[in-house]
């Protein structure tokens, strides 16, 4: 059996005519940050809510631990939804203490919990505030204590960094690091991919309600292509257009970023570089995960 580990198993959804998920496969595992990735409408939301149970996939299963998640399992997961869940009339620590109790925690180790999470997230000031009257970014974090409140198996969260503030960016990871670390297996949406490329163990770049790249950073940037930095001050626009193989990612200032087609010639490239003068940088390198998921992207919309 699977211990520790969240497995999504081929699953797929239609709304209607729509398709927003086509055998979405993959798993996160104990103490592992997972993070998934992709544009607009790829299909993530729908994915975590039928990881969560609130939601029936047409066909294909995800399983806990081995097993079809239940009712009871449920219960373990700690889950932050894309669309706020919070009573707005409610206080901050009440609310708390009543999710908490919701997932079957007694009242005492309800309290404790609710205020170890509101001190963590730095809401010790607002403890007795109505949720309504924070700030968006505040509400955030209070909708983080309510994922974590009852101590969960595994946490699910949708896009946690969105609106968050940069000392709250660094809460919030640092609270989902030492999660993983003690063997929760984490999954959470978000758009900042330079903030995922730092703090997540695996990527998983959805497309079109199905994962079309998964794996460490390390792995993924492997699997895209070779790109050369170069620094020509004296180029003119299209100065490597003749080279084959080749082509222009993006201009920076005096700095040009090409991708090289596999088996295209680097020193073809070096010698156009130096017909134009001076060259003072010229450097091979991956793809950093923005960059190879824009190129996901654009494949998804030239499909
Ligand atoms: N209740 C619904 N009824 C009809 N279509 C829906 C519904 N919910 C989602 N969809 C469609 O399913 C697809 C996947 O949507 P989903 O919300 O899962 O994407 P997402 O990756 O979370 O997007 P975003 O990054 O914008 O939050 C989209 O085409 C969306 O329009």
Not at 239 to 258: F, I, K, Q, S
């Amino acid at each position: 059996m699977a211990q520790g580990v969240l497995e999504v198993d081929r699953i797929s959804k239609r709304y209607g005519e729509v398709v927003a998920l086509r055998d979405m496969a993959f798993e996160v595992r104990a103490g592992e940050l997972f993070g998934f990735v992709g544009s607009n409408g790829a299909g993530k939301t729908t994915t975590m809510r039928i990881a969560l149970g609130v939601l029936a996939a047409d066909s294909g299963e995800v399983r806990w631990n081995g097993a079809p998640i239940t009712l009871e399992t449920r219960r373990r997961i700690g889950y932050m939804p894309e669309e706020r869940g919070l009573y707005p009339k409610m206080k901050v620590l009440e609310q708390l203490v009543y999710l908490a109790e919701l997932h079957g925690v007694t009242t005492n180790d309800a309290h404790r919990s609710a205020e170890n999470w509101i001190a963590r997230l730095g809401l010790r000031d607002r403890r007795g505030d109505e949720v309504q009257k924070l700030s968006l970014g505040n509400q955030q974090r209070v909708q983080l204590a309510a994922a974590l409140v009852h101590e969960p198996d595994v946490l699910v969260l949708d896009e946690p960094f969105s609106g968050l503030d940069p000392v709250a960016v660094d809460v919030m990871s640092q609270v989902l690091r030492e999660k993983a670390s003690a063997g929760v297996p984490v999954v959470f949406s978000s758009h900042q991919l330079d903030l995922v490329e730092r703090l997540c163990d695996r990527v998983g770049i959805v497309r079109s309600g199905s994962m079309v790249a998964c794996g460490t950073v390390d792995e993924l940037r492997a699997g895209g292509a070779v790109q050369l930095v170069v620094d020509a001050p004296a180029a003119q626009p299209g100065w490597a257009a003749d080279v084959p193989g080749v082509r222009v990612v993006e201009v920076e200032g005096t700095r040009t970023v090409l991708d090289l087609a596999p088996g295209a010639d680097d020193q073809a490239v070096l010698h156009a570089a130096l017909a134009t003068g001076p060259v003072h940088e010229f450097t091979r390198r991956r793809p950093s995960l923005t960059e190879l998921f824009r190129s996901v992207v654009t494949e998804e919309r030239v499909a």
